[in-house]
C-alpha cells in the first residue's frame, strides 16, 4: 500500500502542472496579503485602541435600538465583552498584526479544494484517457488498494497545499506586520466567560473544517472519474457542482428539506460564527449528513471502478 | 517441463448484451511454448486476451494461471503474469526508467538490478532516462517489453506485439521471444492478424472467429502442405522456351511466370524428375528448383472457409 502512494505521488510531483498549481497558490496568498497590507496601511491611523473603542461605542448605540434581533443583541454583547477585556488587559486586537492577514488567508482554502479537483480529475480519469490504466490494473494489487492508494495521495496533496497556504501567509505577513505578535491570544466569549484560546489552534480549526469541503469535493470528483472516465468531465463537473452549489443553495434556503443538501452542510465555520444554514441545524446533524453522502459517493465510485470492464 | 499447464482456459465465455462476444472457449497451453492467437480483426482475441489479464470479466466458465483463479486468486495469479495490451501505453510525462521504477514498486521481489538487468535486455541504456514522451514507437515497444519482464514472469502475454514495428523491430522480438522460452522456460501467449508473422514466431496456433475457437494446431500443420499438389518455382535460362515446352505436358496447372522471372505452377511431387528430364532435352539451363511453402494465409482461408471476415 504505502508503494502505491508512493507511485501515485510519483505521477503527481513529477509533473509540471502540479508544481505550478502549488505556485499558482503560494501567488495567490501572496498577492492577496500584499494588497490587503497596502491598503491597511493608509487606513490605519489612531492605534489599536482608539479603534477598539470606537468599535465598542458603536455596537453599544445599536444595543438601544428598539425591536433588536436577538441573534444580533447577543452578538452585539460578545463583541462588546471581548473589547472590554481587550482593553482592560491591554491585549493588541488582531488588526495591524501579522494575525489579521493570516487568519485572512484562511479564506483562500477555496483555492485547496479548486486545485485538488483539478489533480483528482486526472489522477484516476487521466489513467482511462492515456491507456495506462491497462498495465495498471495487472499488477498484483486489487482494484480497491488502487482506488485508495489515489485517493490517499490526493488527501496528501490537499495537505501539500494547506502547508502552502499556512507557510506563506505566515512568513509573508511576520515580514510585512512583524513577528512581534506572534503569541496573541485569541479572545472569545464561551458560555458567558472571557476565555484565552491559542490563534495558531483556532486557525488549524479553521483549515481542517475548510479540509472537510475540499474531501468531499474530492470524494465527488472521484466518483464523476469513476463512472465517466473522463478528466475533462471530472473536472468540469466538480468545480461546477463547487459553484453552483452556494447559488442552488440560495434560491432553496426558503424549503425545508434543502437542508439535507450536500452544499448546506459542506462549510462547518457556520457552526463556529453560530450561524448555521437553515434554524434547528446542528454540527451533529451536518456531519451525519455528510458521512452519508460520503459513503455513498464512495460506494458509488468503488462500485464503477472495480467491477467494471476495461476496455479502454 | 511440469506437465500442468502455465494457463487453462476452461468454456470460457464473455456475454455483451445478448451476444456472445466470445463463445466457450478451452484450450491450454504448456510450459515453455511459443502459443499463437490468431483471427481477422474483431474476432475476439484482444477480449480473450483482457479476461486473462482480468481487466474484463468473465461471464462464464474460468481462467486459471499456474493453478489459480484469475477471477478469486487474483493477486496470486497476475503475480505470474507479464503482459502488453494492445498498444504499450505508459507515462508520457515520466522518464522510461520512472516508469519501470513505478511498476517495480507493485510487485514485491524486483531489485534495483532487475530494472537495469532489464533496461539493459531491451537495449535502452542510452535513453532510458529521457522522458516517454520523446520516444519513438519502437522504443515505446520496447519499453512494453521491459515492464512485463520486470518481474520474471512464467507468462508473457503480447497483445499484437509486431505493431508498429519495423522488420528489423519484428525480427528481434522473434528472436528474443525464442531466446526466453529457451533459456527461461517462459510460456508466450501472442496475438495477432499478421499470419506470416505467426508462422514465424510460434509453436502452436489457436485460430478465432467471431468469439468461437475453430482449430489448435502445431505450426507446422500450417506450413507443410498435406496435400499432393504442391506449388513449385524453377529457375530456368530461357523460360519462355521452358514454359512452351512444360505445356506440352499434362498434371501440371497453373503455370505462370512470376515478377521475379521463376516459372511458377502446381503439381504432383512424382511429376517434376518427369518436368527436368523434359526441360534438359530441350536445351534449357536449369539453376534451381524449389517447393513454394502453402503460406498460413492461404491454410487459413482455407479453414474458415475463405474470406469471410469478423
Redesign the interface.
Known amino acids: 500500500m504505502v508503494n502505491l502512494v508512493l507511485n501515485e505521488n510519483m505521477k503527481i510531483y513529477r509533473r509540471v502542472r502540479t508544481w505550478v498549481l502549488i505556485g499558482l497558490m503560494a501567488a495567490f496568498v501572496i498577492l492577496g496579503n500584499f494588497i490587503m497590507w497596502h491598503e491597511g496601511k493608509s487606513a490605519q491611523g489612531e492605534g489599536w485602541q482608539s479603534e477598539l473603542t470606537q468599535e465598542r461605542e458603536q455596537w453599544s448605540k445599536q444595543l438601544t435600538k428598539p425591536d433588536l434581533d436577538e441573534e444580533l443583541e447577543a452578538f452585539y454583547k460578545e463583541r462588546i465583552a471581548v473589547i472590554s477585556y481587550q482593553l482592560e488587559h491591554n491585549i493588541h486586537s488582531t488588526q495591524g498584526t501579522m494575525w489579521n492577514g493570516i487568519n485572512e488567508s484562511a479564506s483562500l482554502g477555496i483555492l485547496i479544494t479548486i486545485f485538488t479537483i483539478i489533480i483528482a480529475g486526472d489522477i484516476l480519469a487521466g489513467e482511462f484517457s492515456a491507456g495506462t490504466i491497462k498495465l495498471l490494473l495487472i499488477r498484483p494489487a486489487n482494484r480497491v488498494k488502487i482506488l485508495l492508494s489515489k485517493y490517499l495521495a490526493m488527501l496528501l496533496f490537499s495537505m501539500v497545499l494547506l502547508l502552502t497556504l499556512f507557510v506563506v501567509s505566515v512568513l509573508l505577513n511576520g515580514i510585512l506586520y512583524g513577528f512581534n505578535y506572534i503569541d496573541l491570544p485569541l479572545i472569545s466569549l464561551t458560555d458567558g466567560q472571557i476565555v484565552e484560546k491559542s490563534m495558531l489552534l483556532n486557525l488549524w480549526k479553521t483549515y481542517l473544517l475548510n479540509g472537510i469541503s475540499t474531501v468531499m469535493y474530492v470524494t465527488i470528483t472521484f466518483m464523476i472519474s469513476s463512472v465517466f472516465r473522463s478528466s475533462a468531465m471530472s473536472i468540469g463537473f466538480s468545480i461546477g457542482i463547487l459553484f453552483a452549489g452556494n447559488i442552488l443553495l440560495e434560491v432553496l434556503q426558503r424549503y425545508e428539506w434543502s437542508k439535507y443538501l450536500l452544499f448546506a452542510n459542506t462549510d462547518l465555520t457556520q457552526y463556529l460564527e453560530g450561524r448555521p444554514f437553515q434554524d434547528g441545524m446542528t454540527l451533529s446533524f451536518s456531519i451525519g449528513v455528510l458521512v452519508v453522502y460520503f459513503l455513498v459517493f464512495n460506494l458509488i465510485s468503488w462500485l464503477m471502478f472495480t467491477r467494471r470492464d476495461v476496455t479502454a | 517441463m511440469s506437465s500442468e499447464p502455465i494457463i487453462s482456459l476452461q468454456n470460457v465465455t464473455k456475454r455483451i448484451g445478448r451476444k456472445n462476444i466470445i463463445d466457450d472457449l478451452t484450450f491450454e497451453v504448456p510450459q515453455g511454448e511459443i502459443f499463437g492467437f490468431l483471427g481477422p480483426n474483431g474476432a475476439g482475441k484482444t477480449t480473450t486476451i483482457?479476461m486473462i489479464?482480468?481487466?474484463?470479466?468473465i461471464t462464464k466458465g474460468q481462467i486459471l494461471i499456474k493453478g489459480k483463479n484469475i477471477k478469486t486468486e487474483?493477486?496470486?495469479a497476475?503475480?505470474h503474469?507479464g503482459?502488453?495490451?494492445?498498444?504499450?501505453?505508459?507515462?508520457?510525462?515520466?522518464s522510461g526508467y520512472?516508469n519501470l521504477?513505478?511498476?517495480a514498486?507493485?510487485?514485491p521481489g524486483v531489485t534495483k538490478e532487475r530494472i537495469d538487468e532489464v533496461v539493459s535486455l531491451v537495449k535502452l541504456e542510452n535513453s532510458i532516462h529521457d522522458k516517454v514522451r520523446k520516444y519513438s514507437l519502437g522504443m515505446r515497444q520496447r519499453l512494453g517489453v521491459a515492464?512485463a519482464l520486470l518481474h520474471r514472469p512464467s507468462l508473457l502475454i503480447l497483445d499484437e506485439p509486431t505493431n508498429g514495428l519495423d522488420p528489423e523491430g519484428i525480427r528481434e522480438l522473434r528472436d528474443y521471444l525464442r531466446y526466453l522460452t529457451r533459456t527461461e522456460g517462459i510460456t508466450v501467449v501472442v496475438s495477432s492478424h499478421l499470419l506470416s508473422e505467426m508462422e514465424l514466431m510460434c509453436d502452436r496456433v489457436a485460430i478465432l472467429q467471431r468469439g468461437k475457437l475453430i482449430d489448435v494446431k502445431p505450426i507446422q500443420y500450417f506450413t507443410e502442405g498435406s496435400d499432393s499438389y504442391q506449388t513449385y518455382q524453377i529457375e530456368a535460362q530461357m523460360p519462355e522456351q521452358a514454359m512452351a515446352a512444360m505445356r506440352q505436358m499434362v498434371g501440371i496447372q497453373g503455370l505462370k511466370l512470376s515478377e521475379e522471372g521463376l516459372i511458377e505452377f502446381t503439381t504432383e511431387r512424382e511429376l517434376i524428375p518427369d518436368i527436368l528430364e523434359k526441360l534438359m532435352k530441350n536445351h534449357i539451363r536449369i539453376y534451381g528448383v524449389q517447393r513454394v511453402r502453402q503460406s498460413l494465409e492461404d491454410k487459413f482461408l482455407e479453414i474458415t472457409g475463405g474470406g469471410q471476415v469478423g
Request: zero cysteines; glycine letters at 4%; a positive charge.
Open positions: 483482457r489479464v482480468g481487466l474484463i470479466s487474483f493477486e496470486q497476475i503475480r503474469v503482459a502488453i495490451v494492445e498498444n504499450p501505453e505508459m507515462y508520457k510525462y515520466l520512472h521504477v513505478h511498476y514498486r507493485m510487485v515492464q
